[in-house]
Nanobody, 123 residues
Framework: QVQLVESGGGSVQTGGSLTLACKTS??????MAWFRQTPGKEREGVAA???????KYAESVEGRFTTSQDSAKNTLYLRMNSLKDDDTGVYFC????????????????????WGQGTQVTVS
């Protein structure tokens, strides 16, 4: 049984920073990602790590967000800098047992396991 639990969400001023964490339990999964659901938009992938730890980012967050993993703690992180109002939304952690091609890393159809989400509000 795989469980993902996000934490670290909250309210932050425009231009500020926030770090999200996703604690995983169960099996170690090779592919992990962060998605967000912003008001009025479909859920979108923002950052992912492939099986070798190489990150991939959406253009909208490139240069501002960084994802990393602490395998010893079974935790995936998302460091968000220079936050904009448009970054407001619910952020989800996702994981999958399959090794995914980079083209599919930010596609939600690639992931079977999801956390409950954590709210990030930028204003």
């Amino acid at each position: 049984q795989v469980q993902l639990v996000e934490s670290g969400g909250g309210s932050v001023q425009t231009g500020g920073s926030l770090t999200l964490a996703c604690k995983t339990s169960g099996d170690t999964l090779p592919t992990m990602a962060w998605f967000r659901q912003t008001p009025g938009k479909e859920r979108e992938g923002v950052a992912a790590l492939d099986y070798s730890g190489v990150p991939k980012y959406a253009e909208s967050v490139e240069g501002r967000f960084t994802t990393s993993q602490d395998s010893a703690k079974n935790t995936l992180y998302l460091r968000m800098n220079s936050l904009k109002d448009d970054d407001t939304g619910v952020y989800f952690c996702a994981a999958d047992r399959a090794v995914r091609h980079p083209l599919w890393l930010l596609d939600e159809r690639s992931y079977d396991y999801w956390g409950q989400g954590t709210q990030v509000t930028v204003s």
